[in-house]
Nanobody, 124 residues
Framework: QVQLVESGGGLVQSGGSLRLSCVASGRISRINANEWYRQVPGRERELVAKITGDGTTTYADFVKGRFTISRDNAKNTVYLQMNSLKPDDTADYYC??????????????????WGQGTQITVSS
């Protein structure tokens, strides 16, 4: 079982910065992608940023130029550096990991794991 633990959320003023971390633990054979999503109550969860196994990054238009996703494979950690934060960025942020693990019998399993979420509030 792969578990993800997020940290780094909190309250910040408009224009400020935060860095989220997402640490993975468990048996991971291959990472296909790490993603950050966000969700505001009453709205759909939306993709913020993605980094594939080979390091290719993509961003939602509403964060391009402000947010940066990165990964430290040695620490099993993915980061989301958020700069120039706006009140509209206020949401619960979730990390996700798409990858392959193996059962005790050696059978590959494709999985997606989610973190528990961390809240970010940007004050105006």
């Amino acid at each position: 079982q792969v578990q993800l633990v997020e940290s780094g959320g909190g309250l910040v003023q408009s224009g400020g910065s935060l860095r989220l971390s997402c640490v993975a633990s468990g048996r991971i054979s291959r990472i296909n992608a790490n993603e950050w999503y966000r969700q505001v109550p009453g709205r759909e969860r939306e993709l913020v940023a993605k980094i594939t196994g080979d390091g290719t990054t993509t961003y939602a238009d509403f964060v391009k130029g402000r947010f940066t996703i990165s990964r430290d494979n040695a620490k099993n950690t993915v980061y989301l550096q958020m700069n120039s934060l706006k009140p509209d960025d206020t949401a619960d942020y979730y990390c996700a990991l798409d990858g392959i693990t193996y059962t005790d019998l050696g059978e590959p399993i494709v999985f997606r794991s989610w973190g528990q979420g961390t809240q970010i509030t940007v004050s105006s």
